[in-house]
């Protein structure tokens, strides 16, 4: 079991920069698939970025490549989404979450999900 808290979200302004944290607790993640999503009010969650735990190459979304970097802090049990040059369409809740390990892009694939940080940007 795994509890995982997100942190970092604010309003900024179009091409800012924000840094989201999720810090995780309960069991190791060593074995598991750790991702970012969001939803917007009247919207289905999706995809923004996934990578294993133990390491290896992240898989990001189309909408936010080149823009987003995951990173992660294994001391601290903590994941990173910095995201720059920030657009009013990536106004949303961003999620953390994890899995056993099937490292998917699919919501319904993550055993477990924090609570959400709010992110809005304005034009």
């Known amino acids: 079991q795994v509890r995982l808290v997100e942190s970092g979200g604010g309003l900024v302004q179009a091409g800012d920069s924000l840094r989201l944290s999720c810090t995780a607790s309960g069991r190791t993640l060593s074995k598991y698939g750790m991702g970012w999503f969001r939803q917007a009010p009247g919207k289905e969650r999706e995809f923004v970025v996934a990578?294993?735990?133990?390491?290896?190459?992240?898989n990001y979304a189309d909408s936010v490549k080149g823009r987003f970097t995951i990173s992660r802090d294994t001391a601290k049990n903590t994941m990173y989404l910095h995201m720059n040059s920030l657009k009013p369409e990536d106004t949303a809740v961003y999620y953390c979450?994890?899995?056993?390990?099937?490292?998917?892009?699919?919501?319904?694939?993550?055993?477990?999900w924090g609570q959400g940080t709010q992110v809005t940007v304005s034009s």
């Open positions: 990578i294993r735990w133990s390491g290896g190459s992240p």
């Open positions: 979450a994890s899995n056993v390990g099937s490292y998917s892009t699919i919501p319904g694939e993550y055993d477990y």
